[in-house]
């Protein structure tokens, strides 16, 4: 006799990013659907972990980290957001910001509470709530009083706040849409927050790539939300690495702690040369984060660009290395089927905005990603204009 297998997660399929990487990949298409850069990481940090795989950096790291790192990412956080936070007890490196993100939402969420998320949400965050026994509620991001678009709509926010709120989960910069935090947004959303039970995650992967002079406005910023929240990130976006899968997640002392009972059981350590490698990094080359939004808004500009007088839509994106492009004037075919058509036609690969969103999609928009050498972009952009 066989066990009966209930499935923990009979709603989900495999995720919307293997789908079409695997489907690029099958037909040779240019792959501008899962987020990936097409150039390596900086050499100076290749040879720093080089020289820590090879001068003995290779057995089990500290649980939270190696300090040197947690000690540089704490410099590099008072020196952006100008929070000082304490390497020892509100830092823990962790398994790409997916682990972070993970390990948070079982420290906190319990069966019956609520979370928030805003749609289009990145899709590990639902999965990780249901795992816990939590129950996801979707509020839609929308135009603001900004004008922008994907802005949060303070009103549908309160509107969902209940007593069972746990935890509301935000992610500015804004995969998929680009869209960033306005200028008094963490003060609503600290007032907002202020008299209930709710807990923030900030799912900040892309600080440090922000445009046209604009900033990363922090949740660690705001004194009064950080001492509720749990803030990740990615090294794997910051140095062209995404397959390196390191992160971090900065909480304050009493949240960390329970951060780190989950995810010295999910994980345990991170690779230590790795660490060790960006701990020396970091600190010999600060500027390299700095400059980052230059180097991606080079190339933001030369993907919209390419697309000047032909039938797409674009907003030039405001953060991220992500474009949303509207194509309602060449096809009304559904997101989700015109991506998959699209890499089998002409080769080239998106991803479909619809599956970021839980309510039924009218959308005409595919989101690419333009982390990748201007020729590839070029060859791309030609492909789709012969559509
Ligand atoms: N975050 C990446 C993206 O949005 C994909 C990550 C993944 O493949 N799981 O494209």
Known sequence: MRPTLTSKLPDVSTTIFTVMSQLATECGAINLSQGFPSFDPPEALTDRISYHLTHGANQYSPMPGVPGLRQAIARKTQRTQHRIVDPDDEITVCTGATEGLFSSIQAIVRPGDEVIVFDPAYDSYEPAVTLAGGVTRHVPLAIGANGHDFEIDWQQLRDNLTTKTRLVIVNFPHNPTGAIFANDDLDRLAELLRNTDAYLLSDEVYEHIVFDGEHH????????????????????????????????????????????????????????????????????????????????????????????????????????????????????ALDVDLAKQWTRQIGVASIPMSVFCERPFTGTRLRFCFAKDDATLTEAVERLRTL
């Not at 992160?247 to 345990?268: D, M, N, S, W």
């Not at 700095?290 to 993907?303: C, I, N």
């Open 217 to 332: 406005r922090s949740v660690l910023s705001n004194e009064e939300l950080w001492r509720r929240s749990f803030v990740v990130s990615s090294f794997g976006k910051t140095f062209h690495a995404t397959g390196w899968k390191i992160g971090y997640c900065i909480a304050p002392r009493e949240l960390t702690a329970e951060f780190r009972k989950v995810h010295q059981f999910t994980t345990f350590s991170v690779s230590t040369p790795m660490q060790h490698g960006l701990a020396d990094y970091l600190e010999s080359n600060p500027a390299f984060c700095e400059q980052l939004s230059d180097f991606y808004q080079q190339k933001r500009d030369h993907f919209c660009t390419l697309f000047e007088g032909s039938r797409f839509r674009l907003q030039p994106s405001r953060s991220t290395f992500f474009q949303i492009v509207d194509y309602g004037d060449v096809s009304d």
